[in-house]
């Protein structure tokens, strides 16, 4: 399995931002999958996960309300559309696959991952 996240880039503060994060093989859909960050001299940390059909999301308190996760299983794709943005929300993302079809907010959950794609906001 290989994940490869895209999308990211340079925004300023109160812009949007979509990662996308295709997968390789049959069984995409299948599988939970996560989002997840990472910032400079910080902890990675969960940002939002969706479960194998799409029917059940979950987000970090932090992110609630500004960031969407959503997956097209035709595409093996899930996708995280982020409104809002903060200059605190600069950081490395990345997306995961979880062990199973439903989705877990703590990595150790998560099998697969993806390189990353660097999300910069400046203020």
């Known amino acids: 399995v290989q994940l490869q996240a895209s999308g990211g880039g340079l925004v300023q503060a109160g812009g949007s931002l979509r990662l996308s994060c295709a997968a390789s093989?049959?069984?995409?859909?299948?599988?939970?999958m996560g989002w997840f960050r990472q910032a400079p001299g910080k902890e990675r940390e969960f940002v939002a996960a969706?479960?194998?059909?799409?029917?059940?999301?979950d987000y970090a308190d932090g992110v609630k309300g500004r960031f969407t996760i959503s997956r097209d299983n035709a595409k093996n794709t899930v996708y995280l559309q982020m409104n809002s943005l903060k200059p605190e929300d600069t950081a490395v993302y990345s997306c995961?696959?979880?062990?199973?079809?439903?989705?877990?907010?703590?990595?150790?959950?998560?099998?697969?991952w993806g390189q990353g794609t660097l999300v910069t906001v400046s203020s």
């Open positions: 995961a696959r979880a062990r199973g079809g439903i989705y877990y907010v703590t990595s150790l959950e998560y099998d697969y």
């Open positions: 093989g049959r069984t995409f859909s299948s599988y939970g």
């Open positions: 969706i479960n194998w059909s799409g029917g059940s999301t």
